[in-house]
């Protein structure tokens, strides 16, 4: 017994030395201690750069938890979809990462950074070219800003988005290939994620039809398709209609080590995600847990009329009750 | 003399039968070659070249000594070469086919002298003028020279006069280089030739802190160079990169060129090596030296950006960086298409390119080109009940649309049928962009195709 507590003790010693050679927080702490991020901080970093443990909140209490507080800043995130014909889920939720991990200096704030796409041309064949003006009314992104690095092979895709993640002017990097090379191995990831801790801004992975498989990444993040709540209306739900994107997203790797399942709903008008419990109706638990939190017009607006969703949890009418004494 | 008669007269004879493409080709990287000695290389018909030397002499040793190391290692190679040179063209064309013996320098103002004795082919005339002149006695150019000028021209055509006094000097001849002379440049003679790639980037940071200062002088920024590689056996590389910013530093420059070379590693052939490397300016524009912020951090980081993007181009070829290229259009692929940055520049319209009026939902990929789907309707303009896309079978859950884009016929001939996009959600909860191509009525069967994927 004594020696297992002896050997768990030395476990523990180990994955501390471990994190702090990678940079990453032990395991289970909340907040880096200051001196660490001191150390960790070079000269020479581009203005507005996010420090190595700075995260941004993606919006939803339970994936935040589970993230350690947020989406790392200054990491490589790995963003895997199973099969190609998911790209369109699989590259919006990566934009929706990175509109958030920038947020500090957002997307669509004026003159912000611009935002680098490296592909490979397999997978820009196969899988289309990111269309600009719906990048932007999704996520901000001004058609301007958004450059498209196409290689021929994966080693200049890797050699690109290398550079350009060390170079840290642009606001996020993004590397989206296909399958499982041999190339993108632990080394290859890990030099992706120091460059980008380095220079303090997101680098995202995108690999389609891929497996996941050990990388250096920080968080991996695997995503399918979720079918999408009704569009709201000022007359309430849309009946037949397709809402805002959705994604199911299964936390896979994360540095406190949590992993879980969500139903994730992007937001593009306030560029968060809002989770979309996996129990209740279609459209109406969305309503509810939005209802809870929104203090905008559209619930006055209906407030009179029968509600379309049952009342599935307790919490909804002292809410409501509350906003109207308010 | 017809084959036969050749091969009875000489049994083993070997036959190779002509060809003029691969003779042309041979002329041409001669005339690479010759890109050593001057800018200004012209060819002249299916076996010749002219080199301007002015200027150049000096840097070979004199006139004599640069006419005898070209002959010298034209021989070296397997040529059998002849030249002269002289002060025209015409002369130095003359001299260098009817000069019997030793190759020639023709001193200025002793065309005439040296032009006379020679045959009147060596005026470059047509056919029919020489034997004009021939039937009635002139053979040789002294006869020519003493003869009264007005008769011959209207007797022989003016061209015989022109050339005359091309050949003398008296009317300028301009030779039409083969490469655009490049305003700035710096070479190396090497006496040992060097192959290796680290050695040509030290070399071209070399040649680039000489080019500085000529181009500091000039006030102006390099915005496309040229590296050439003269390699021993006589084969020309000529390595080109282009830059988004006038670029002045040895660094970057030599940066630039080591991209390059990197992405050129297996395709550039070294053999023996190289001895000679020019590094030439082959754009220049005005350097604006622009103030910077207090910070300095927001040029900075410019510039940081355009130079990746430079050694990005550099390595992966000059199409690899793209942009979108939007216009005011409902056609969805012509709204916004990816163009390579460059061409991006100079499409881009005055006007304003803001978001379009009223767009529906648009997909966050659009696929190059629609695939075709096969789908079934529940009813013939409805939305499509399930399709079969890449092989798989998608059943469709709920749909949106139609929205109708008609083709734009002020730019199509004849118009593309007009297409109905729907938005659709299958069970899995994918979400896709369909269209069905011609109404119903329009065509005699609507096609559909799978054009876009949303998030």
């Known amino acids: 017994m004594a020696r297992t507590a002896m050997a768990q003790e030395t476990i523990c010693a180990l994955r501390r030395k471990i994190a702090r050679i990678e940079g990453a927080l032990p395991e289970r702490l909340a907040a880096p201690e200051e001196g660490e991020s001191l150390v960790l901080r070079r000269y020479g970093r581009p203005e507005g750069a996010a420090a190595p443990m700075s995260l941004a909140e993606t919006g939803t209490p339970r994936l935040d938890a589970a993230l350690g507080g947020g989406i790392l800043q200054a990491a490589l995130t790995e963003v895997i979809g199973r099969e190609t014909r998911d790209s369109g889920i699989v590259s919006g939720f990566s934009l929706a990462l990175a509109a958030i991990a920038s947020r500090a200096g957002a997307f669509s704030a004026e003159g912000a950074r611009p935002v680098l796409w490296v592909a490979t041309a397999d997978i820009l064949a196969e899988a289309g070219f990111p269309y600009a003006p719906s990048v932007e009314q999704f996520f901000g992104l001004t058609p301007d800003r958004l450059l498209l690095v196409r290689a021929n092979r994966l080693e200049d895709a890797l050699w690109a988005a290398e550079e350009a993640a060390r170079l840290g002017g642009f606001s996020a990097t993004f590397l989206e290939l296909r399958g499982n090379p041999a190339r993108l191995d632990l080394t290859a990831t890990r030099r992706l994620h120091h460059r980008a801790r380095d220079a303090g801004r997101p680098v995202f992975l995108i690999r389609h039809s891929s497996e996941p498989e050990p990388t250096a990444a920080p968080t991996r993040l695997l995503v399918s398709p979720a079918p999408s709540s009704l569009r709201e209306t000022l007359a309430g739900p849309l009946p037949r209609s397709i809402g805002p994107p959705a994604f199911a997203v299964t936390l896979a790797r994360s540095r406190t080590g949590k992993t879980g399942t969500f139903t994730l709903e992007w937001n593009p008008h306030d560029f968060v995600f809002q989770e979309r419990w996996p129990t209740g109706e279609r459209g109406s638990a969305f309503k509810s847990s939005r209802g809870a939190q929104d203090t905008g017009g559209m619930a006055t607006a209906s407030f009179d009329r029968p509600d379309p969703a049952p009342p599935v949890r307790g919490g909804l009418a002292p809410a409501r009750k509350e906003r109207r004494a308010g | ?455």
């Not at chain 2, 493409?21 to 012209?42: H, I, K, M, Q």
């Not at chain 2, 006139?63 to 040179?85: K, N, P, W």
């Not at chain 2, 006379?116 to 005026?123: G, I, T």
């Not at chain 2, 090596?273 to 005005?286: K, Q, T």
Request: aromatic share 6%.
């Open chain 2, 1 to 455: 003399m017809g084959i036969a008669d050749a091969r009875a007269m000489h049994p083993r004879i070997e036959i190779i039968e002509a060809d003029p493409d691969a003779d042309r080709r041979l002329l041409e990287s001669l005339a690479d070659w010759c890109d050593r000695f001057t800018p200004l290389v012209a060819l002249n018909g299916a076996d010749g070249l002219f080199l301007d030397i002015n200027g150049c002499a000096h840097l070979f040793g004199g006139e004599d000594a640069m006419l005898e190391e070209i002959v010298r290692r034209l021989t070296h190679q397997g040529f059998d070469a002849r030249a002269a040179l002289a002060s025209t063209p015409g002369m130095a064309w003359a001299a260098t086919r009817y000069y019997e013996g030793r190759d020639r320098n023709v001193p200025a103002g002793e065309e005439e002298h040296a032009l006379a004795p020679l045959p009147l082919a060596a005026l470059r005339l047509e056919e029919k003028t020489r034997f004009g002149l021939e039937s009635v006695g002139l053979r040789h150019v002294g006869a020519l020279l003493g003869a009264p000028r007005a008769p011959l021209a209207r007797r022989f055509g003016s061209m015989l006069i022109t050339r005359l006094d091309q050949a003398l000097g008296m009317i300028e001849e301009v030779i039409s280089p083969r490469l655009p002379v490049a305003p700035l440049s710096v070479e190396r003679q090497l006496a040992e030739p060097i192959g290796t790639r680290e050695d040509i980037e030290r070399l071209v940071l070399i040649l680039a802190r000489t080019l500085k200062g000529d181009l500091e002088r000039r006030g102006e920024g390099a915005r496309r160079l040229q590296l050439s590689l003269f390699r021993v056996d006589g084969a020309v590389v000529r390595i080109r990169v282009g830059t988004s910013r006038p670029l002045r530093e040895p660094p970057l420059i030599a940066r630039l060129f080591q991209e390059r070379l990197t992405a050129l590693e297996n395709s550039l052939d070294a053999g023996y090596g190289f001895d000679l490397v020019r590094l030439s300016v082959a754009v220049a524009v005005p350097f604006v030296m622009q103030q910077a912020d207090f910070s300095g951090h927001a040029s900075e980081e410019e510039e940081a950006l355009s130079l990746l993007a430079d050694r990005i181009r550099a390595r992966l070829g000059n199409g690899a960086i793209l942009v979108p290229a939007l216009v005011e259009s409902h056609v969805p692929e012509r709204r916004a298409r990816f163009a390579p940055i460059e061409e991006e520049a100079r499409a881009r319209p005055t006007g304003t390119t803001g978001p379009l009026p009223t767009a529906g939902a648009r997909p966050i990929r659009l696929l190059e080109k629609p695939e075709p789907v096969t789908a079934s309707a529940e009813v013939p303009e409805g939305p499509p009940l399930s399709f079969r896309w890449r092989r798989a079978l998608y059943r469709v859950a709920r749909a949106e649309g139609p929205e109708r884009i008609a083709s734009e016929w002020w730019h199509e001939d004849p118009p593309a049928p007009t297409r109905d996009y729907f938005h659709v959600e299958d069970m899995a909860g994918r979400r896709y962009w369909l269209y069905r191509e011609g109404l119903y009525g329009e065509t005699a069967a609507p096609r559909w195709f799978l054009h876009g994927i949303f998030p």
